[in-house]
């Protein structure tokens, strides 16, 4: 298994920035939560990889059906578990698929955009630990 790995680091406050393969986000809260509001929250980032990874997996579809992207959009909604621990509790996706697709070609779209990798991860969740350096 191939891993990748990214870096975070404490920049002020709440704020920190993300480096992946030479790329940089910043990551931040917003002020009613303490942060400065620079940048989105890591929940935010979290809805917002399952929504982009849905849109890549439609978009993929569609390119490989010779069909246009224009008019592809995809709307996310997520919303915070009442009890403990701190989760969030459900996210909603929403695909806006170019005019004139067939019921045929939705269905299949929406059924490759389902298994996107973020997607499948969700449903089949990683072993995750949180470790000190020593």
């Not at 920035?17 to 030479?22: A, L, Q, S």
């Not at 698929?97 to 389902?114: C, G, I, T």
């Not at 991860?121 to 000190?132: D, F, G, K, N, Y």
Request: proline share 7%.
């Amino acid at each position: 298994m191939e891993v990748h790995s990214l870096d975070v680091t404490h920049v002020h406050g709440d704020a920190y920035t993300v480096e992946v393969r030479g790329h940089q986000l910043l990551v931040d809260q917003p002020t009613q939560a303490g942060g400065t509001d620079t940048a989105p929250t890591p929940t935010e980032l979290f809805a917002a990889s399952l929504a982009t990874c849905v849109a890549f997996y439609a978009g993929r579809y569609l390119k490989r059906h010779g069909l246009h992207h224009a008019g592809l959009r995809v709307h996310a909604e997520f919303a915070m578990s009442t009890d403990r621990p701190a989760r969030v509790g459900s996210v909603r996706v929403v695909i806006s698929l170019p005019p004139a697709l067939s019921e045929q070609r939705r269905a299949a779209l929406l059924a490759v955009a389902s298994h996107c990798t973020v997607h499948n991860t969700l449903h089949e969740p990683p072993e995750v630990s949180v470790e000190l350096e020593p």
